[in-house]
């Protein structure tokens, strides 16, 4: 995983030097810089997560020349899911929501400026997000399809859905489990599956192979519950709900079993999933 990260922040920083630093988007400076600001310091495991799904997706071996499209195509997908990731951020940390004053060690962006402008920035990195996939390399159909994928997980029945769903469950002081593993799916677990329903797609074009629609939809099934995964290792970091009503025992035994399954799944999705043990090792023992 660690290898993957280090692709991930590779990636991320030539697409924002071609895009933000400054680059294509035609945005104002103050808009340019604030999104280069709120972008530093993440750990890019949603870019490393399409990295390894378009990896694992190829089904042949590539030629030296056909390894740098293969690049290039996974590059603007990269800073795009990116953007969306941290467009969340920069709105959850509102006083309206979360109310957070520091993110990644620094002042969270209303901080260092005010609301409005924070909500302007997040809005201009969601919007950014898709003129971004718009413009990447991938064909006209793939490019469809990537943005299908992104602003299903983005929208109302994912990210939002979720962060809504979050903010009610928190002021009903909600324990129920079931309730938070609703949430848990849209709010983290819809952009999970993106990153790897979208990794996909790339490695079945840089392949020059036709789309399995059927293992499209069980790729990004398999990555909301990674995401699932994620948030329930939260819980045992934060002592969330499912720490509380499972205690640690309990919860050490749910990770490793859903990391269990996800490992098997995994096993029949992809062509190669290389390194998926060691992907699941760092989801389920992180310690932050």
Request: glycine share 8%; aromatic share 8%.
């Amino acid at each position: 995983m660690k290898d993957l990260l280090q692709k991930a922040q590779s990636s991320l920083a030539e697409a924002k030097q071609k895009w933000i630093n400054p680059g294509k988007l035609s945005w104002t400076q103050e808009l340019l810089e604030a999104s280069l600001y709120v972008m530093q310091g993440g750990k890019g495991a949603r870019p490393a997560l399409l990295y390894w799904s378009a990896l694992s997706s190829l089904k042949k071996k590539l030629s030296k020349e056909e390894g740098q499209v293969f690049e290039n195509l996974i590059l603007d997908p990269s800073l795009a899911i990116e953007m969306i990731h941290v467009y969340s951020l920069v709105h959850d940390d509102l006083p309206a929501m979360d109310n957070d004053d520091y993110r990644r060690g620094r002042l969270t962006l209303h901080k260092k400026f005010n609301d409005a402008f924070a909500i302007l920035a997040g809005d201009s990195l969601l919007t950014g997000a898709f003129e971004v996939l718009a413009g990447s390399q991938a064909s006209d159909s793939t490019k469809t399809l990537l943005i299908r994928e992104l602003a299903r997980a983005a929208g109302g029945s994912g990210m939002i859905a979720g962060q809504l769903w979050d903010i009610e469950a928190e002021k009903k002081l909600v324990e129920d489990l079931d309730v938070w593993t609703r949430i848990h799916d849209a709010k983290t677990g819809a952009l999970f599956g993106a990153s790897l329903s979208m990794g996909y797609l790339l490695g079945v074009e840089a392949s020059h192979e036709k789309i399995d629609f059927d293992k499209l939809e069980k790729i990004r099934i398999w990555g909301i519950r990674l995401g699932r995964l994620f948030q329930i290792v939260d819980d045992r970091l934060d002592k969330g709900p499912f720490y509380k009503k499972l205690g640690e025992q309990k919860l050490n035994e749910l990770c490793q079993k859903e990391a269990s399954t996800l490992l098997l799944q995994a096993r029949e999705l992809w062509v190669s999933p290389k390194g998926i043990e060691e992907i699941l090792d760092f989801f389920v023992n992180r310690k932050e």
